[in-house]
């Protein structure tokens, strides 16, 4: 055992499951002297003493609702990948000869609808748990004195972004702006490089604007204080842990994820053998090989998912908890 | 607002709270920051303590962390803590002051 790890051993087990990470790492820094050592040895017994006199000692419960916070997050961030999966899913379908064929094959058009009920489970439960949440985060951003307000802002300018973008868009699809390079109807196979650029740009400002937006709701709902939060619904008073009423809708919306993604597994296996050449050929976004895009989706999915069910499982515990 | 106990760690706390005042850190950053601003060493026990203590009391918050270092930031109960704190400082500094000018 190092020596580092000894000191850190010197602590209550219940202080070392809240700080033992971050404690040895620490040490691992500015472990220079006996005297260290000492200081050290004064915090471990300073620690037991709390726990001897009874003082209100909350490490456990403190790390369990940072664990399940973190958890909630994760679950978030797998859901906007879902997003980003999905419409790219969506724009490899259209088009492609693979929607007429699900109008007459029953299995193929049933795992299209299983995908979109997904879909609708996963956003719903994610509305459900996150609304409480939300309005926290948008109660403290303007009553706090150090409210986050500025992260508010990101998924708003990236949604503004988004639109200016698919107006300039649409503006040159109707000829009112014109791009060099840039045709106002692609004909069938003909796709110009101008038009694939342009379509780019609008994908990049949505994975972008996504990954921005998540990354700020990540920062505002880390700076949200308080897990006990009471609410004023038709005038009565609801007290409610914000954190532990998001678990559940947060493992619906895992489940949901699993279930859109063995979806997407059975349509493309479906679809590959009803109709070979359409794998073969390219018929995603651009006239790009659709077997690419159908096997980056699938990889965006799983790993979604296995985010999703290993925060879940980071959770569980501290969701369980009094 | 009921005064916390901060013990043997009642320096280092605010010392802390003042440090985060200046933006979210991890331990150690802390350590530097403290060490750079008031020319104070803490020993890695000590920091610990407080923090736990200032955890505690919902003064400080930790923040989720990518790897081991765990980051923690100021709380709105921390800050009007650390605000009450300085003035009453500020106030008895002022009066002491006078005493010696006198």
Known sequence: ?322 | MSTPEFGRFSDPAILILASLAGGDKHGYAMMEDIQATAGVSLGPGTLYGALARLEQYRFIEALPSEDRRRPYRLTSQGAIFLRQYLTSLEHFVAISLQRLTA
């Open chain 1, 1 to 322: 055992m190092s020596l580092r790890s000894w000191l850190t051993h010197l602590y209550p087990r219940a202080w070392r499951e809240r700080y033992a990470d971050e404690f040895d790492e620490l040490l691992a820094q500015c472990l220079h002297s006996p005297l260290d050592v000492i200081d050290v040895f004064w915090g471990a017994l300073d620690a037991h003493l709390q726990l001897l006199n009874g003082e209100e000692v909350n490490w456990r419960m403190m790390n369990k609702m940072n664990k399940l916070r973190t958890t909630l997050l994760i679950v978030f961030a797998a859901f906007i990948g879902f997003v980003i999966a999905g419409f790219s899913l969506v724009g490899l379908a259209d088009d492609s000869p693979m929607i007429p064929l699900m109008q007459t094959d029953l299995p193929l058009h049933l795992s299209w609808i299983l995908i979109h009920a997904g879909a609708v489970v996963a956003l719903l439960a994610i509305l459900i748990g996150g609304f409480p949440l939300g309005l926290t985060v948008l109660r403290q951003a303007f009553t706090l004195e150090r409210g986050n307000r500025g992260w508010l802002l990101v998924p708003v300018i990236a949604f503004l972004v988004l639109l200016a973008y698919f107006a300039f868009v649409l503006l040159v699809g109707s000829g009112r702006i014109v791009l060099p390079g840039v045709v106002r109807v692609v004909q069938p196979g003909v796709f110009p490089a101008g038009n694939r650029l342009l379509l780019a740009g609008l994908m990049l400002v949505f994975v972008l604007g996504a990954v921005a937006s998540t990354w700020a709701v990540w920062k505002a709902v880390s700076a949200t204080e308080g897990e006990q939060q009471t609410f004023h619904p038709a005038g009565r008073p609801l007290a409610l842990n914000i954190y532990h009423f998001a678990f559940v809708p947060a493992l619906i919306a895992s489940a949901a994820m699993l279930v859109i993604f063995v979806s997407t597994l059975v349509w493309g296996w479906l679809s590959f053998t009803a109709f070979p050449q359409v794998f073969a050929g390219n018929f995603g976004p651009w006239l790009t090989s659709t077997q690419a895009w159908y096997f980056g989706i699938l990889a965006l999915m799983l790993l979604c998912t296995l985010a999703a069910f290993y925060a879940i499982g980071r959770g569980r515990q501290a969701a369980q908890a009094e």
